[in-house]
Nanobody, 123 residues
Framework: QVQLVESGGGLVQAGGSLRLSCAAS????????MGWFRQAPGKEREFVAA????????LYVDSVKGRFTISRNNAKNTVYLQMNSLKPEDTAVYYC????????????????WGQGTQVTVSS
């Protein structure tokens, strides 16, 4: 069992930056692929980024490439999402999730989820 707790969300102006953190419990964190998803009001949950167990492979949705960076520290059981050049359309609740599957962009591939952290980008 893995419990995930996100932090770092908040209100920021367009062009600003935020760094989200996701702290995981359990000794098996390093065996999971980790992902970040987001959900805006009235919209479906959307894949944002994923990172494999070692941190050597990352994947991003096109809309955040070049602006967001996912990373992890297995010694600290934590995964991060550095978000730069934020836009109003990035406004959403951001969730981290853990998976042992092989389809990193699909929410159904993830078995553990955090409670989410709100990110609001003002124009």
């Amino acid at each position: 069992q893995v419990q995930l707790v996100e932090s770092g969300g908040g209100l920021v102006q367009a062009g600003g930056s935020l760094r989200l953190s996701c702290a995981a419990s359990g000794r098996t964190f390093s065996s999971y692929r980790m992902g970040w998803f987001r959900q805006a009001p009235g919209k479906e949950r959307e894949f944002v980024a994923a990172i494999n167990w070692s941190g050597g492979n990352t994947l991003y949705v096109d809309s955040v490439k070049g602006r967001f960076t996912i990373s992890r520290n297995n010694a600290k059981n934590t995964v991060y999402l550095q978000m730069n050049s934020l836009k109003p359309e990035d406004t959403a609740v951001y969730y981290c999730a853990a998976s042992r599957g092989h389809l990193p962009t699909l929410a159904t591939d993830y078995v553990y989820w955090g409670q989410g952290t709100q990110v609001t980008v003002s124009s």
